[in-house]
T-cell receptor, first 116, second 114 residues
Framework: DGGITQSPKYLFRKEGQNVTLSCEQNLNHDAMYWYRQDPGQGLRLIYYSQIVNDFQKGDIAEGYSVSREKKESFPLTVTSAQKNPTAFYLC???????????????FGAGTRLSVL | AQSVAQPEDQVNVAEGNPLTVKCTYSVSGNPYLFWYVQYPNRGLQFLLKYITGDNLVKGSYGFEAEFNKSQTSFHLKKPSALVSDSALYFCAVRDKNYGQNFVFGPGTRLSVLP
């Protein structure tokens, strides 16, 4: 988990509330990712960003939003439009250079989100 | 489209015995294959990757994986399992033609029994 910090470790959301998950990296990586993990389903990509001020939707972006104002930071907001937000959320980062497909993703320790 | 299958939800093995965690994949181009391990309530840790070259790839903690193009498989192996190897293992594929994104398998839970 070194180099990528996710906070908080546990988060509770009330109905109708937006919550924001923090992800900070000190690896000087250009690319950052958000995944959702549900039991038996592996990881599903929510959003990713290859450079500051730019991000792309992943497979399950509905009900989520992100920003990438700084290279080190890629916060994820779970909005009230996400009707089933209970899951384990993982942030990752990687280099983003010419041989990008070779780059390993490094993961944070995750945030477990539950609905009250 | 890319996809990854891990046909076993759970693998049980006795300590000291060899272990195998299976992975098959589907990509349209050349596959780049990865194994990650996840301990409880933690992020994923990189174990090893196959890009090109020798079909047998050696990685962290004594793990290795064998790439088999004809069977589209990339099984993870270890000659002698440890109780501390008990964790959730994910196979992932990246297709050069689909940019940077990984596709992860559903995971296989490995239990090593003392």
């Amino acid at each position: 988990d070194g180099g990528i910090t996710q906070s908080p470790k546990y988060l509770f959301r009330k109905e109708g509330q937006n919550v924001t998950l923090s992800c900070e990296q000190n690896l000087n990586h250009d690319a950052m990712y958000w995944y959702r993990q549900d039991p038996g389903q592996g990881l599903r990509l929510i959003y990713y960003s290859q450079i500051v001020n730019d991000f792309q939707k992943g497979d399950i972006a509905e009900g989520y939003s992100v920003s990438r104002e700084k290279k080190e930071s890629f916060p994820l907001t779970v909005t009230s439009a996400q009707k089933n937000p209970t899951a384990f959320y993982l942030c990752a980062s990687s280099r983003s250079d010419r041989v990008a497909w070779l780059n390993i993703q490094y993961f944070g320790a995750g945030t477990r989100l539950s609905v009250l | 489209a890319q996809s990854v299958a891990q046909p076993e939800d759970q693998v049980n093995v006795a300590e000291g015995n060899p272990l195998t965690v299976k992975c098959t994949y589907s990509v349209s181009g050349n596959p780049y294959l990865f194994w990650y391990v996840q301990y409880p309530n933690r992020g994923l840790q990189f174990l090893l990757k196959y890009i090109t070259g020798d079909n047998l790839v050696k990685g962290s903690y004594g793990f290795e994986a064998e790439f088999n193009k004809s069977q589209t498989s990339f099984h993870l192996k270890k000659p002698s399992a440890l109780v501390s190897d008990s964790a959730l293992y994910f196979c992932a594929v990246r297709d050069k033609n689909y940019g940077q994104n990984f596709v992860f398998g559903p995971g296989t839970r490995l239990s090593v029994l003392p």
